[in-house]
């Protein structure tokens, strides 16, 4: 539990928000941004004028052409300015207004990365298949770093220079793997708090069916073979 006063100022940060196809849960997503802070929209292709949509409710949009959750994930930590830089979903499963409390975490000292542990609050937002691959992710990533982690989540907060110093290269379902298994190599203290997780917006283009799970396993088990990276690699950002 933190033992941060939650009259802690808490630094205006960047909240990287990966968007395909998210029109419909834009609004409430871009709603729910703390006041101050900036939304990065990173538009991975979109054809439901996502880009447009979010532009005009206040949001930076950055265009990745390449496909990918990686891809857009880092192009998005790219484009950040802050301090501190956020990720969260943007498909309306993850409340982005309670990312203060975690950067309010890491600005104390507490920790360097905050992962938020997704708590199921309502049908269907969590299918089994899914649950049952990050529980399988989360033990292998038990052996690879020793890392008591619970879940894998794509809500987290860290420093953006010590993220850009990780030197990461995965653009596919791996990327938020290799930022926790590079972050550990790295020394970072890594620890994860609840966050409620609601059903999303639309349908899912990863986890919603059996394929796209099995896609980011594999994706994930990849990250996990891979030799510790020699901290004199990382470093530049890409």
């Known amino acids: 539990m933190s033992t941060v006063p939650a009259a802690a100022p808490v630094p205006p940060s960047d909240i990287v928000l990966p968007c395909l196809d998210e029109a419909?849960?834009?609004?409430?997503?871009?709603?729910?941004?703390?006041?101050?802070?900036?939304?990065?929209?990173?538009d991975n292709g979109s054809t439901d004028g996502s880009a447009d949509l979010a532009r005009s409710l206040g949001a930076t949009v950055v265009h990745e052409p390449r496909r990918g959750f990686g891809a857009a994930c880092h192009a998005g930590l790219l484009a950040a300015e802050t301090e501190f830089v956020c990720f969260c979903d943007c498909d309306g499963s993850l409340d982005p207004g309670?990312?203060?409390?975690?950067?309010?975490?890491?600005?104390?000292?507490?920790?360097?990365?905050?992962?938020?542990?997704?708590?199921?609050?309502?049908?269907?937002?969590?299918?089994?298949?899914?649950?049952?691959?990050?529980?399988?992710?989360?033990?292998?990533?038990r052996r690879r770093t020793g890392?008591?982690?619970?879940?894998?989540?794509?809500?987290?907060?860290?420093?953006?220079?010590?993220?850009?110093?990780?030197?990461?290269?995965?653009?596919?379902?791996?990327?938020?793997?290799?930022?926790?298994?590079?972050?550990?190599?790295?020394?970072?203290?890594?620890?994860e708090t609840g966050v409620p997780y609601v059903p999303r917006t639309g349908k899912s283009k990863v986890t919603?069916?059996?394929?796209?799970?099995?896609?980011?396993?594999r994706d994930m088990r990849a990250v996990l073979l891979e030799p510790p990276a020699a901290a004199a690699a990382r470093g530049a950002p890409r």
């Not at 990461?168 to 791996?174: E, P, V, Y």
């Not at 919603?208 to 396993?217: E, L």
């Open 24 to 42: 419909a849960a834009l609004p409430r997503v871009l709603g729910a941004i703390p006041d101050g802070w900036r939304a990065i929209v990173v």
């Open 208 to 217: 919603g069916t059996w394929r796209g799970t099995w896609q980011a396993v």
């Open 98 to 141: 309670l990312l203060p409390a975690f950067v309010r975490r890491i600005a104390a000292g507490e920790t360097d990365l905050l992962l938020g542990r997704r708590l199921v609050r309502g049908r269907g937002a969590w299918p089994l298949h899914a649950r049952a691959g990050n529980l399988v992710l989360a033990r292998l990533l």
């Open 147 to 191: 890392l008591r982690l619970h879940d894998l989540g794509p809500m987290r907060a860290g420093r953006r220079t010590e993220l850009l110093g990780l030197g990461l290269t995965d653009r596919r379902s791996g990327y938020p793997l290799q930022m926790v298994v590079r972050a550990a190599d790295a020394g970072l203290r890594i620890a």
